[in-house]
Each structure stands twice: as structure tokens, then as C-alpha cells.
């Protein structure tokens, strides 16, 4: 629209454009929005793990300084029991409207003050009593509940004939891998502000969809969508666990209408582990049959994860097993196990990242088995079409990953044998892995008006949940408009700019970006004539095709060096480094950002995240950063991260997801590597000192005698 040549502003590293403002404290989260006349509402949580509430004795605390009512299932709004989520109707959304405890940590209360410290202080005060009834805690594969998972996600696979293949294989993995309860643990702990004006209902929140937040409450609260307006500005942190309506705002928003205030609720941290969402933890049985030659034979993965009663989910653990590698038999079976947990939500690449590490942790077994590099066993087992769908493959950029990955770790000449390097009393080993994560987009919309100086203004409800997504939409728009990013003004994150996909999947950027790109076109065209108007609005939903016609992936290669401590058993990541195929990359600083962290997540999972129950109560016990360890400073090397040259040829700008792929294969990456250095496999996630030790303490005898011989 400039006569000025543009440079194109996908592909540029740029800073954030909200970096200022975060790094001076001036970008406001959920709970910093000023709004006169707030009240604080403090939640009440079960701390019986299943049962009912006989009573809840309210009296004291309603005598207290400042209170001004305590919310629960007795005298709380009524609620509409429709309220679903993606994968079906969701129990976890129906708070305070029945005296039933499905789990420990679920909200069966609120009080409401004018201070904050007026409402914890009665929320002690607050009597209840439980009538406990046994829980079930007994998490397992063959658990007497154990049943198929949803298939909402594809159909499992079954070609060929497994048990023929396995017994014409040569060698022959057949274990069981783990993975435990995990929780999002994002930085910025769930928190809403709501209130209600003149029949609609207002809120600032903490999420990674406003759109479909302001869905569910409608939903809940029956009234149109329209009279919802969430807006969620600035997000410290999604990790899954803020991808639905969460219970901070749907107390939040009967407690504003039940004592016409502005209500504000925070979770506490060890709120944010017992009553948001967790990953669920995972059992899975695993048979890859090879023959002598390296290429596999079968593939067998049956894979269990918890699920609560409440709320279907899916732990999609079997998705790779169907993509990655080409074998003659491949069968799938994705179990679901119910306990009475907190409802599993996704976290940190869902279902990928726990199936990664059962899968890729078995092909490492097969090298070690038929002697071969682990690397060129992946290579020799190319799909060329989807393994299982017959579908031709979209972009798959795998072996460049593998390749690139591999020549700058310095793979080649790698001594395969296990516990060959030591420095010190050290062992020392590198282990990797390949992953793939499901891509694609979801309908969105998004508006652009050319504005009289000049510029444009693109609405769309996306969400940045500090993801820099907000930067990158602004690039694509820029380029779709052929105008410099100075000229574009980016709004975001209001359910009101209209239908949109949340931060989650990762596909939040590639279906707004469609959007907007779609939106630009419009306007272009409309800016042809005078006499049409200024703005254009695009819904995608009608231009998507919802049957695939090509398999779409993003890929990975993540390789790992680790020293392993066999007198104390700990275990250090000292590099890593991760090739990805994306497609194109928007934005190749914020881009990296989001690998290394996903990487780090990643590494987190393998060595240190671990949610641990009292089997007695069936409470968790390490509900705070305290008990629940996750990777700090300290734990993270030097992590390089790069993009292989991609472009994808199903989206309009090239792009892929990038959210989820960057943790996914880690975990199999360093846990491969701990076996290098060790001779030993950890099949058990995490790596803890005391697995470690336990397969390390006949070494540990010899070592120390030699340690006090010299
Ligand atoms: Mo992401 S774990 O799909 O929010």
C-alpha cells in the first residue's frame, strides 16, 4: 500500500512489543486491574479426596470484620450442568452446586470480604464437616476400570499382524514406562476479576482464550455470549492449565452478582496445583519388534492415563506411535484409567510429550539390542506416507532435523557402548530423540479497519501468554497489508474482537494468522473502491478443510550430554541441543525463546516433576515449589536450539505450530543419555537420585574402596 519497498517482517527477529512494559512493571496481569469498590473472595477447598459435605458451618466467619458472605453449594447461584469443554462435558465447571467431593482440592466454598487478609483470615474460621467415603488412588494399566480413551482425537491404529511380526523380529523391546502426575505450574498463579453492569457480565482473567472462556460462562450462566466480555491482556504463564474456564472466575462471577461488587479471586500456589489441572500421570506398555537389519517390524503401544469421573480428556500418548516410524504392524491402544484426582487437563505438549518418552526410550533399546547407532536407526525407519492414515505427509522436515542435529552436537564417532566415558568419578553419556507434534488450524476470526493516518488496526482474540504472540501476529500482518509494522496496531486478548482459537495446541498462532491474513486480503480489495467500507472481517470457519487430506506435523531432534554422579546419583544436563521444523518461523528470536523453554520443560519433566499422593488420604502432598521441584537456573545448560528451513505448504503464510514441540522429545533425550553414561535405563520419570543409586550401589562399593585405596 506503500510505493516503499517493505521489508518483510516474517523472519526478522524482533524484541516484543510489550517487553517494555513487563520489564518495568507497568503490564497489568488479572490482578493487578484497579476497579474501585473490589471485594476478595478467599476459596475453601476439599481436603478429603471423595465423600460429601454434611455441613459447612459458616457462623463465626459471617461475624467476622469486613465479611460479606460465604458462597457455597446451599445458597451459591445456580449453574447450568451443560457446561462442556473440548473433549465433552466437564463436571470440573459445575463448582459449589451439589454437596458431592470428587476430589481433593476442589472449591466448595467462597468467602467474600473487603480485604483480602478479612477473607483468609474467616475462611479459618470456617467449619466443615465431611462424610469422607473411600477413594481410589490406585493408578495402573491394568487397573479393573481401565478402559478405551476417547477417540475424538483419530481412530487408534491396528495394521498388520503384531504378534507375527514380533515373533519374526529379531530383537524384541517389550517394557513398561511411567510417567508421574505433573502440574502446569505456570508463573502467574490463576486469578479473575468480575462484575456485572446492566446484565453482562465483565472480567479479567488469566487464561489462554478469552473467546472460549466467554463461551463456557455463557454456558453456564445461560445468557447469550454476547453479554460476556472477558479480556485476559497479559498472561504470565499458560501451560494448559489456563486454556478453559477456570475456577477463579466462575466464583468470581457469581460472587460479584450475588453481592453486586466487583469480586477479585486469586489462587494461592498450592490452590493453583490442588484446583486447576494437571498432567495426568501415564503407565505404558511398549513392544517394538526389529529385524536384524534395523527396520522395525511392529510397534505395540498401549498406553494408560488417569482421568477423573468428572470430566472426559485425552492423554494422546499413542499419537506418535501412529506417525513417526514405518513398520508392517502398528497397533494402538490408548487407555483410561479413572481415580478420583484433580481432572487432567493438557500441559506441556499433551499426550507427546509422555508417549515420546515410552516411545523414544524403546527405540533406544532396539539400537542398544542390535548393536546399532541410535541415530541411524531412526533414519532407516522413514515413513515416506503416514505409517497408519496412508495419508501423503504435509512438510516433513525429520531427517533434516536429525542430520543438522546431529553434525552440530558432534554426534558422529560417538562410542555406542554405555558407560564408556568418565571425567573424574563422573559418568558421562548423550542420548536423543525425535518427535513429531500434531499441526494444523482451528476457525478464527479477525478485523482490520484502515485508519484515516494511515495505519491499520487488526483485532483478533488471541491470547499472548508470554509466547510473544502479539509481536508475531503484528509481523504477519504487516506483511499481508505490504506495510511496515509501525503502521499495524495489534489488538488482542477481549472476547469481544470475536471468535478465535486459544494459545493452546499449538495452533493459537497459525489460525489467527489465517485470519488476518485472509482479513488483509479482504481489505485490500474493499480499499479498491471508495464507496465500500474501511473494515474487514473474516471468519475462517468456512475455508478450513476438516478432512485432511496430507498427514501435518512439526518435527524435532533433541540431543543431550549428561554427567551422572554415581555416589550421590545426580544427574546433570550439560548441553542440549534441539533442531526443529516449524515451518516457516515469524520470528526467529521469539521463536528460539519458545524452544529453549519447551526444552527446559522438558528437562524439568526428566530429572525433577514429581506431583507425590499420601496414598492414605489421596491428597498431594507436594502441592508448592518447595516439594514440587522443577528445573531452576542452576539445572539448565547452555541449551542451543535452531530451525531447519522449512515452509509449510497446507498454510497461507508457510507456518506451523511451534508451542508444544519444543518439550516433547526431551525427556527421551536425556533419560537415553543417562543409560549411555550408566549402562543402566530409567524407565520410571523422574530420573531421581534414589532410582539412580539404587542400580548404582554395587559400582558405588567398588568405587569407594578404590577412592580409599589412592
Ligand atoms: Mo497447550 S498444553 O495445548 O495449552
Given at each position: 500500500m506503500s510505493s516503499d519497498p517493505i521489508i518483510a517482517a516474517v523472519g526478522s527477529a524482533r524484541p516484543r512489543i510489550e517487553g517494555r512494559l513487563k520489564v518495568t512493571g507497568t503490564a497489568r496481569y488479572a490482578a493487578d486491574q484497579p476497579m474501585p469498590d473490589t471485594a476478595h473472595g478467599w476459596?475453601?477447598?476439599?481436603?478429603?479426596?471423595?465423600?460429601?459435605?454434611?455441613?459447612?458451618?459458616?457462623?463465626?466467619?459471617?461475624?467476622?470484620?469486613?465479611?460479606?458472605?460465604?458462597?457455597?453449594?446451599?445458597?451459591?447461584?445456580?449453574?447450568?450442568?451443560?457446561?462442556?469443554?473440548?473433549?465433552?462435558?466437564?463436571?470440573?465447571?459445575?463448582?459449589?452446586?451439589?454437596?458431592?467431593i470428587p476430589h481433593a482440592g476442589r472449591p466448595i466454598a467462597l468467602v467474600v470480604a473487603e480485604t483480602l487478609e478479612q477473607a483468609r483470615a474467616a475462611a479459618e474460621a470456617v467449619r466443615v464437616i465431611y462424610e469422607p467415603q473411600p477413594h481410589d488412588m490406585d493408578f495402573r494399566l491394568?487397573?479393573?476400570?481401565?478402559?478405551?480413551?476417547?477417540?475424538?482425537?483419530?481412530?487408534?491404529?491396528?495394521?498388520g499382524d503384531v504378534e507375527a511380526e514380533l515373533a519374526a523380529s529379531a530383537v524384541v523391546v517389550n517394557e513398561r514406562y511411567r510417567t508421574p502426575e505433573e502440574n502446569c505450574g505456570a508463573m502467574e498463579p490463576h486469578a479473575a476479576i468480575a462484575w456485572w453492569e446492566d446484565g453482562h457480565l465483565h472480567a479479567v482473567d488469566s487464561n489462554q482464550g478469552p473467546f472460549s472462556v466467554s463461551q463456557v460462562l455463557s454456558t453456564l450462566f445461560l445468557m447469550d455470549r454476547e453479554r460476556v466480555h472477558i479480556r485476559a491482556e497479559h498472561v504470565g504463564g499458560g501451560f494448559g492449565a489456563k486454556g478453559l474456564c477456570g475456577p477463579q472466575l466462575i466464583l468470581a462471577a457469581m460472587a460479584s452478582g450475588?453481592?453486586?461488587?466487583?469480586?477479585?479471586?486469586?489462587l494461592t500456589r498450592e490452590q493453583v496445583f490442588l484446583a486447576t489441572a494437571l498432567r495426568p500421570p501415564t503407565d505404558q506398555w511398549l513392544r517394538i519388534g526389529a529385524g536384524a537389519d534395523g527396520r522395525l517390524r511392529a510397534i505395540h503401544h498401549r498406553p494408560a492415563f488417569a482421568l477423573s469421573p468428572l470430566a472426559e480428556y485425552i492423554e494422546w500418548c499413542s499419537e506418535q506411535a501412529k506417525t513417526l516410524y514405518t513398520a508392517p504392524a502398528i497397533r494402538t491402544e490408548l487407555t483410561a484409567v479413572p481415580i478420583d484426582i484433580l481432572p487432567p487437563c493438557s500441559m506441556r505438549g499433551p499426550g507427546a510429550t509422555p508417549g515420546s518418552f515410552a516411545l523414544e526410550s524403546a527405540m533406544d533399546e532396539v539400537a542398544e539390542r542390535l548393536g546399532i547407532d541410535p541415530l541411524e536407526l531412526r533414519l532407516r525407519n522413514q515413513p515416506t506416507v503416514g505409517p497408519v492414515s496412508g495419508l501423503p505427509f504435509s512438510s516433513r522436515r525429520s531427517i533434516a532435523c536429525l542430520r543438522e542435529g546431529a553434525r552440530r552436537f558432534g554426534w558422529?564417532?560417538?562410542?555406542?557402548?554405555?558407560?564408556?566415558?568418565?571425567?573424574?568419578?563422573?559418568?558421562?553419556?548423550?542420548?536423543?530423540?525425535?518427535?513429531v507434534f500434531s499441526a494444523g488450524v482451528f476457525p478464527s476470526s479477525a478485523s482490520i479497519t484502515a485508519e484515516a493516518d494511515g495505519t491499520f488496526t487488526v483485532a483478533v482474540g488471541a491470547t499472548d501468554i508470554g509466547t510473544g504472540a502479539r509481536t508475531a501476529?503484528?509481523?504477519?500482518?504487516?506483511?499481508?497489508?505490504?506495510?511496515?509494522?509501525?503502521?499495524?496496531?495489534?489488538?488482542?486478548?477481549?472476547?469481544?474482537?470475536?471468535?478465535?482459537?486459544?494459545?493452546?495446541?499449538?495452533?493459537?498462532?497459525?489460525?489467527?494468522?489465517?485470519?488476518?491474513?485472509?482479513?488483509?486480503?479482504?481489505?485490500?480489495?474493499?480499499?479498491?473502491?471508495?464507496?465500500?467500507?474501511?473494515?474487514?472481517?473474516?471468519?475462517?470457519?468456512?475455508?478450513?478443510?476438516?478432512?485432511?487430506?496430507?498427514?501435518?506435523?512439526?518435527?524435532?531432534?533433541?540431543?543431550?550430554?549428561?554427567?551422572?554422579?554415581?555416589?550421590?546419583?545426580?544427574?546433570?544436563?550439560?548441553?542440549?541441543?534441539?533442531?526443529?521444523?516449524?515451518?516457516?518461523?515469524?520470528?526467529?528470536?521469539?521463536?528460539r525463546s519458545q524452544v529453549v523453554g519447551g526444552m527446559i520443560m522438558g528437562l524439568s519433566m526428566a530429572l525433577h516433576e514429581e506431583g507425590v499422593r499420601d496414598p492414605a488420604t489421596g491428597r498431594q502432598v507436594n502441592a508448592d515449589f518447595a516439594g514440587y521441584h522443577i528445573a531452576?537456573?542452576?539445572?539448565?545448560?547452555?541449551?542451543?536450539?535452531?530451525?531447519?528451513?522449512?515452509?509449510?505448504?497446507?498454510?497461507?503464510?508457510?507456518?506451523?505450530?511451534?508451542?508444544?514441540?519444543?518439550?516433547?522429545g526431551t525427556a527421551a533425550a536425556i533419560a537415553n543419555a543417562v543409560w549411555h553414561a550408566t549402562g543402566t535405563r530409567q524407565r520410571t520419570l523422574p530420573i531421581r537420585l534414589d532410582r539412580v543409586l539404587e542400580t548404582e550401589t554395587a559400582a558405588i562399593d567398588v568405587r569407594v574402596g578404590g577412592v580409599g585405596v589412592a
Open positions: 476459596m475453601i477447598t476439599a481436603t478429603v479426596s471423595r465423600g460429601r459435605i454434611r455441613d459447612i458451618d459458616a457462623s463465626a466467619a459471617l461475624g467476622m470484620h469486613g465479611v460479606l458472605g460465604v458462597l457455597d453449594h446451599r445458597n451459591a447461584p445456580r449453574l447450568n450442568p451443560q457446561a462442556s469443554n473440548y473433549f465433552g462435558p466437564d463436571g470440573s465447571l459445575l463448582l459449589l452446586q451439589d454437596d458431592v491394568e487397573h479393573p476400570s481401565a478402559r478405551p480413551a476417547s477417540t475424538a482425537f483419530g481412530p487408534e491404529a491396528d495394521t450475588r453481592f453486586g461488587r466487583p469480586v477479585r479471586v486469586t558422529a564417532g560417538r562410542d555406542h557402548r554405555p558407560r564408556t566415558r568418565r571425567e573424574g568419578h563422573l559418568l558421562v553419556g548423550t542420548g536423543m530423540a525425535t518427535t501476529l503484528t509481523a504477519v500482518a504487516a506483511d499481508a497489508l505490504e506495510v511496515g509494522t509501525e503502521k499495524i496496531r495489534i489488538r488482542i486478548a477481549d472476547s469481544d474482537l470475536g471468535m478465535a482459537w486459544n494459545a493452546g495446541g499449538s495452533r493459537g498462532t497459525t489460525s489467527w494468522s489465517f485470519a488476518i491474513t485472509e482479513a488483509a486480503k479482504e481489505l485490500r480489495e474493499q480499499l479498491s473502491d471508495p464507496e465500500r467500507p474501511v473494515t474487514a472481517t473474516v471468519d475462517t470457519t468456512p475455508l478450513i478443510n476438516y478432512r485432511p487430506t496430507r498427514e501435518r506435523h512439526t518435527y524435532s531432534a533433541v540431543f543431550a550430554e549428561v554427567s551422572v554422579d554415581p555416589v550421590t546419583g545426580e544427574v546433570r544436563v550439560r548441553r542440549m541441543l534441539g533442531m526443529f521444523a516449524v515451518g516457516r518461523v515469524i520470528n526467529p528470536l521469539l521463536a531452576a537456573h542452576a539445572d539448565v545448560p547452555d541449551i542451543e536450539a535452531e530451525f531447519v528451513p522449512d515452509y509449510e505448504p497446507e498454510d497461507p503464510s508457510g507456518l506451523n505450530g511451534l508451542g508444544e514441540i519444543g518439550t516433547a
